[in-house]
């Protein structure tokens, strides 16, 4: 487990660090999340976690669903208590709703790197999101050219995490570090990183940056304002993290599957029916 522990993650270069909050910062009581299109590989959550559509499913976990996975549970427990209305009205600072919560195995191609691609892939990425779900599903998956690479994590077995702490990425956003609860989770997530390597090298063709060293994680906030950010920051992030840390008493989350989604935004995930 140490070998996840020891870990440590570059955020200069984080997709997270992209504007998916209206620039400039402006408070509204629901967040106003900016289009920020993509598609990444990310584990199944447990239970029934989709809303189904005429052609595609996305990611909505409802609260009698979200009471059964006992760490999204504690997460939205400690959000809850750290007063998120208050936060985002002094400091911009946003929680994802835990209808969403989600844990990302490998980022594609998103808005954040678009500038990096190649001219031929930059087009080509904006054409399969140019009408959101609709056109992208019309040519999933994105970037077949490579082969079919849809199915590149099948087989991996059951992924057992937990709680491992409360991080700020950068001024962006606070997540819940998690890392591998036995053995046979960390002999699991070091065949993930083996093919993470593989589907990193067939898209570098596109200009694609390669994936971060893996950290899972849940994203549960975000930051509109890098000043306040650092604010809120220094003022608080103490208090917050004893907060999460005393909320989690060894709750774990089994993941058994991973998929290909797009998304729109930070809190519209889908991926076909």
């Known amino acids: 487990m140490d ?6 993650y570059d955020t200069s ?49 409802d609260e009698s669903v979200l009471q059964t996975i006992d760490l999204y549970a504690d997460i939205a427990k400690a959000v809850s208590i750290i007063d998120p209305v208050a936060l985002a009205r002094r400091f911009l600072f946003f929680a994802l709703p835990s209808s969403t919560y989600h844990v990302t195995v490998w980022d594609g191609i998103n808005k954040g790197i678009e500038d990096q691609l190649n001219p ?8 399969y999101f140019s009408e959101g779900v609709a056109s992208a599903l019309r040519t999933w998956p994105p970037f077949d050219d490579i082969g079919d690479y849809t199915k590149l994590f099948d087989g991996i077995g059951s992924i057992e995490l937990q709680y491992n ?13 998690l890392k591998p609860a036995d ?8 065949e993930v990183m083996k093919r993470r390597k593989d589907l990193d090298k067939r898209f570098a063709r596109y200009g694609k940056p390669e994936n971060h060293p893996l950290i899972p994680h849940v994203a549960v ?5 890098s000043n306040l950010a ?17 909320m989690f008493n060894g709750n774990k989350i089994k993941f058994k599957e991973i998929d290909l989604y797009g998304f729109l935004d930070m809190v519209t995930y889908f991926k076909p029916r």
């Open 3 to 8: 070998m996840f522990q020891k870990l440590q």
């Open 13 to 61: 270069s984080d997709s997270g660090s992209a504007k998916v909050l209206p620039s400039p910062p402006v408070y509204t009581p629901e967040p106003l999340w900016q289009p920020f299109a993509g598609f990444s590989f990310l584990f199944r959550n447990p239970g029934n976690s989709l809303s189904a559509f005429d052609a595609y499913q996305k990611i909505h976990i």
């Open 120 to 127: 031929d892939a930059r087009t080509l990425f904006n054409k």
């Open 165 to 177: 702490g409360l991080k700020a990425r950068g001024k962006t956003v606070l997540v819940v570090e």
């Open 183 to 190: 053995p046979e989770s960390i002999k699991a997530l070091e």
């Open 221 to 225: 906030r975000y930051f509109s304002d």
């Open 230 to 246: 650092s604010s809120a920051l220094d003022q608080h992030m103490d208090r917050w993290i004893c907060v999460f840390d005393k």
